[in-house]
């Protein structure tokens, strides 16, 4: 099972490192999709900087579940804003964020050292 984590873990990093440069680096293709959503420009970096942010998260010993959560959750935003603003397709957003819940599950006993005691 940890090696089935660690290549998911791996195949996370890569997709997101990826995304999140051509975001913050205004691949014109992201630009045009942040276009179609409505919202301007400014959410693209603002999610590029967090995939970058989670991506690296996932391989900081007692965060990799955080980092998993906050990828997670981008993809529940981005699964959103694509399906409900700019009706493009979104299923790769689906199985990244399968992926990325499936290793914030097996972290979750990381999340217990965030919460007040």
Known sequence: MQ???LALRIG???AFVYFGLRKVLS???DVAIYEAIGFGQFPRYIT???ELLCAG???MPG???IGAAGLVGTMIVGTSALTLFAGMPF???IGLGIMAATVAWSYRHQ???FLPT
Do not use: E
Request: a negative charge.
């Open 111 to 113: 999340f217990g050292a």
């Open 57 to 59: 998260l996932l391989w």
């Open 48 to 50: 590029g900087s967090v």
């Open 27 to 29: 691949d014109p293709a």
């Open 12 to 14: 996370l990093t890569l």
């Open 91 to 93: 299923w790769h957003l």
């Open 3 to 5: 090696l089935f984590i």
């Open 63 to 65: 965060l990799q579940g």
